[in-house]
């Protein structure tokens, strides 16, 4: 059974993670958000879920506006051909729906198969902002601390800067 909101919030909590969330409406895309989210400060992320053609998964966070060109990343991070994961491996793995895609689903890759993957420059932002395991609503929390939780779910997460 995956994690619930307030079960992510409980385990920031244990790990001494201070965030904040805001409540909206659903969105699904990057220009939703941008309309919605107002002067909520902080880097605004998008997370790319893939499976390579080998079966690895790679869990992709970036700075919103980043173009991911998939070749040169999947260069870059030793993948096989990469393509976006499907809803049904979103669901099974990280908990989550299709324009949902967070870091914080980490918490339900109980199993540890996702390699995750974090843009250098989204890493020197002073707040992130992320969908809490679903897109009505987003969580801030600061770069160490979103590392710290990656952590504590068992993953280490390879920091490199993307290339566009």
Known sequence: MAAVREALFERLEALGIATETMAHAPVFTVEESKELRGNL??????????KDKKGALWLVVCLEDTAVDIKALQKLIGAARLSFAKPDLLQAVLGVDPGSVTPFGLINDTENQINVVLDKTMLQS???????????????????????????????????????
Not at 41 to 50: E, R, V
Not at 133 to 143: M, S
């Open 41 to 50: 400060p902080g880097g605004h992320c998008k997370s790319l879920m893939f």
């Open 126 to 164: 002073t707040v992130l902002n992320y969908h809490p395991l679903k897109n009505d609503a987003t969580t801030q929390i600061t770069p160490d601390d979103l590392q710290k939780f990656i952590a504590a779910c068992g993953h280490r997460a390879k920091i490199v800067e993307l290339p566009s």
